[in-house]
Structures are given as C-alpha cells and as structure tokens.
C-alpha cells in the first residue's frame, strides 16, 4: 500500500520526477500565478502543456506574464508546450483551445480549469461586469469539460482540476459574485465527477482558502503583508498531487490549507492560515 509519505516523495521537484511522462495537460490562465506555475511543473514532470490565456508577447496587460513567457520557460527545462491566446469568454475559443491541444499533441489527459476574473462590486456591481466573471469562471470551465470529454474518455488518465476559491463558502467584501462563481465552480466539480465516472474521468477541485502571491493578488492588496502569503509553487506542487491520484479519487473538494499541511508541499506555514470573516456559509 502507498503511504502518504511515499507520495509525497515523489513530488519533490527534481529531474528524475516524470509523474506526467507522455500525459497531454491544458492550463487555462497559464501567462501567470498559479496557472503559470502549474504549467511550468506539469512540463517540469514530463506532460506536454497547452497554455492557454489572452496575454501573449503581441498582447500584454497591465499585469506582467504571458502564455509565450510560460512556454519559454518550460522549454528551457527541456520540457514541451504550446501558447494557445485563448478568450474564454468566447464558447468558440474554448472549443478550439481543447482541439488545437488534441490536434497538435494527438490527444488530451489532463484539463485544468484554472483561469478566473473579478471586479469591484457586491450587490451594486454592473451588469456587463456580472456576466464577465460568470462567462469566465463557470461557463468556460463548464464548456471546456464538456467538449474535453470524448478526449478524456480515450486517455488512461482523464483527469479534470477545477480551481475555486473559499469565497464560494464566505463573503468577502466587493467579491460577491467571485464567490458566487466559484460556488458554482464547486458544484460543477461534483456533478462532473458525478456524469464522468462511467466514462473513467476523475473530476476535482482545488480550493484556495488562504493567500496566494499572484500576481493579480498582490496588485489588489499591494499594503498587505505579503510574508504571511504562500507561493504559486507551493499550490502547484499540491495540485501535482491531486493530478496524479489513482482513478477512485474523485468528485472531491480540497482546501489548500488542510491539503498542503498533509502532504507538506507549503513549506514555513508559521504565522499563516486560511481566510476567516464573519460571514461564512454553514459556519
């Protein structure tokens, strides 16, 4: 029997890891943070990744990172990758981001739903902005499992990763529908894993519950003190986890926190902790 102890061996970052040998993985929101992250391990352990997302070199934001900037650096590990510019808002796009990843890698193992947005705004927020964060954070997920599936079906590792955060469980302020979404999110995750079981494809979903040194994050609470925050890394070594578990480990939610500290992929954990409010579902 594999202990955890043996697996969490196996995640240690250095050459000889090749967890994802020959597995095909698309990573939504991959130009930065824990997508970016995420892909880079992926490549690291031997899975040829699609990084997907808008930024490209030709089309930067004011956030720093693109899809072409991840690739390089999975290629300079010796790993293999494609850029695929991707605007998930768009049903059309999601579709030919998971048929240029069957297509150029000829087939499909692996779908990480990572990509999300937010706006300012609770029950005031404007329409437009609404139907954004719901376009992005449920739809695209949504579509992206289901035009994934007939890939998955034929991998002997279908396997979809679905990011949400804790929002889903509390209010935060000016995030209302953020939490909304990735409350959707988690619903999806356990109906997927529901559906897609006959098919052999294990559906689960990440949950951040504690703060993450994105780049995104550190713009918005730039006064913060970010010593308390974790790294993309050690979020992405925890998802490697989730990723590589045997085909009866699906349909479940994991927090971040919890997670981590069992498989202690979040190194120095003191002074840190999951988010907490006074508002929180089923406290």
Not at 6 to 16: A, R, S
Not at 91 to 113: Q, T
Not at 143 to 170: D, E, F, M
Not at 276 to 282: F, K, M, Q
């Amino acid at each position: 029997m594999t202990t955890l102890a043996t697996q969490v061996k196996k995640l240690e970052m250095n050459d000889k890891n090749k967890s994802f040998e020959g597995a095909v993985a698309i990573v939504t929101g991959a130009s930065r943070g824990i997508g970016k992250a995420l892909a880079v391990e992926l490549g690291r352990q031997g899975a040829s990744v699609v990084c997907a997302a808008r930024a490209t070199n030709e089309n930067r934001f004011k956030l720093e990172g693109t899809i072409d900037e991840t690739v390089e650096l999975i290629e300079k590990e010796g790993g293999e990758a494609l850029a695929v510019p991707t605007d998930l808002s768009s049903p059309e796009a999601v579709e030919a981001m998971v048929e240029a990843a069957a297509k150029n890698f000829g087939g499909l193992d692996i779908l990480v739903n990572n990509a999300a947005v937010t706006f300012p705004g609770d029950i005031d927020i404007q329409p437009k902005h609404y139907e954004l964060i719901m376009d992005i954070n449920v739809r695209a997920p949504l579509l992206a499992s289901a035009y994934s599936r007939p890939h998955l079906t034929k991998s002997q590792h279908g396997r979809i990763l679905n990011v949400s955060s804790v929002t889903s469980l509390l209010y935060a302020p000016h995030m209302m529908v953020y939490g909304m979404s990735k409350a959707a999110l988690d619903h999806l995750s356990v109906s997927t894993a529901a559906q897609f079981v006959e098919d052999g494809i294990c559906v689960n979903c990440f949950r951040i519950d504690v703060p993450v040194a994105s780049e995104g994050y550190l713009m918005n609470a730039p006064d913060e003190d970010h010593s308390t925050w974790f790294s993309p890394e050690a979020a992405a070594l925890t998802m490697c986890w989730m990723l590589s578990q045997p085909p009866d480990y699906t349909g479940k939610i994991e927090d971040m926190m919890e997670l981590g500290m069992k498989l202690k992929t979040l190194g120095d954990i003191e002074g840190k902790g999951p988010i907490e409010t006074d508002w929180r579902i089923n406290p």
